[in-house]
């Protein structure tokens, strides 16, 4: 008499998560915040950690960052996917306007790094009434 063998279903560990060819972290959800790490056309790919092993890289998603800085005031805006970062704000008044004018976001003095999460489309970011256009993703 042959011996069955019992298959089981491997378990899932944890997520690898790529960037640039790189590991750049672990998740253990769904989601991965890489905020604050793009260098304007990044590349991110994620595996799945098995108790059985790795599986191969996903297809490879590109991620574009479109970045606009004001030495005058040293105020760094970039526009990524649906999000907004200023960098620089150090206490400054920060206001976020589509192109038709509607106010999405404002706060009072901010920290010198502030993520905004918006929709996709053309912004308006007022710093201290220095104003500067982005596009988001």
């Not at 970039?78 to 200023?86: K, L, S, Y």
């Not at 706060?107 to 489309?121: E, K, L």
């Amino acid at each position: 008499m042959q011996a069955s063998r019992v298959r089981r279903s491997p378990e899932l560990l944890y997520y690898n998560i790529y960037h640039n060819s790189a590991i750049d972290g672990t998740a253990t959800q769904t989601a991965y915040d890489a905020s604050g790490e793009a260098h304007h056309t990044d590349k991110y790919g994620v595996s799945v950690v098995y108790d059985l092993g790795e599986s191969e890289l996903t297809n490879l998603v590109t991620v574009s960052v479109q970045e606009v800085y004001d030495p005058s005031t040293n105020v760094r805006v970039i526009g990524g996917n649906e999000q907004i970062t200023v960098l620089g704000a150090d206490g400054r008044q920060v206001s976020i306007f589509t192109v038709a004018g509607q106010q999405v976001a404002a706060t009072g003095r901010v920290a010198s790094t502030q993520t905004y999460r918006v929709g996709s489309g053309i912004y308006v970011v007022n710093v201290d009434g220095k104003a500067f256009k982005v596009l988001v993703k």
